[in-house]
């Protein structure tokens, strides 16, 4: 069963931009929750889908936003891009999503670097 | 909010040695704690995960154990090899409600180096 795939894998904008990522959940996931990853702030939530709905949400502000498509892959924005915006994007997939604390899988990936 | 810390930051070991990275918590309602393993280039593997209703559990080389009473939890890895070196990240998730789906609190991770 192929994994979580993240497209692109890099990425370069510069401040103001907007960018846009993909992510695939493993086939039979219905759940899609995103991280950010960076040196400092380590590995921190950002939100979670299911059933094309925006079920919970991290302490970010709103130049974050996502969706979900019914086929459960999901794309995340980010709006007016800042240099502190620069980081691992990261995609996680559960089967269930009935119950918190369903196991996640990630992808690789999407690398974001603000210039 | 949960929080969770995780100790040590960096842990070295020779190849053969056990290595044991240990986490606490701060929400009681919490109730799964998966452990990754990230090398460099690449999201978090799960390598183990364990419930509150059980209190260890093993899988070949790796072990976690749970103390819920004291909010901690720790990876023991035995007869450590040069390809465990990696940063590892403890997680918690909390069965509370809507603002828990979806959502596992790392900690800062420890990165772990074997040596031949």
């Known amino acids: 069963k192929a994994g979580v795939t993240q497209t692109p894998r890099y990425l370069i904008k510069t401040r103001g931009q907007q960018v846009t990522l993909s992510c695939s959940p493993i086939?039979?996931?219905?759940?899609v929750s995103w991280y950010q990853q960076t040196p400092g702030q380590g590995l921190q939530f950002l939100f979670e889908?299911?059933?094309?709905?925006?079920?919970n949400k991290g302490n970010f502000p709103g130049r974050f936003s996502g969706r979900q498509f019914s086929n459960s892959r999901s794309e995340m924005n980010v709006s007016t891009l800042e240099l502190g915006d620069s980081a691992l994007y990261l995609c996680?997939?559960?089967?269930?999503?009935?119950?918190?604390?369903?196991?996640?899988?990630f992808g690789p990936g999407t690398r974001l670097t603000v210039l | 909010g949960e929080n969770v810390e995780q100790h040590p930051s960096t842990l070295s070991v020779q190849e053969g040695d056990s290595a044991v990275i240990k986490c606490t918590y701060s929400d009681s309602a919490s109730n799964y704690f998966p452990w990754y393993k990230q090398e460099l280039g690449k999201g978090p593997q799960l390598i183990i995960d364990?419930?509150?209703?059980?209190g260890e559990k093993k899988d070949q080389r790796i072990a976690v154990t749970l103390n819920k009473t004291a909010k901690h939890f720790s990876l023991h890895i035995t007869e450590t090899q040069p390809e465990d070196s990696a940063v590892y990240f403890c997680a918690a998730s909390s069965n509370a409600g809507g603002t828990s789906y979806g959502k596992l609190t790392f900690g800062q991770g420890t990165i772990l180096t074997v040596h031949p």
């Open positions: 086939s039979g996931h219905r759940s």
């Open positions: 889908y299911f059933s094309e709905t925006q079920r």
């Open positions: 364990i419930r509150s209703n059980v």
């Open positions: 996680a997939s559960s089967l269930a999503a009935s119950r918190p604390g369903d196991t996640q899988y």
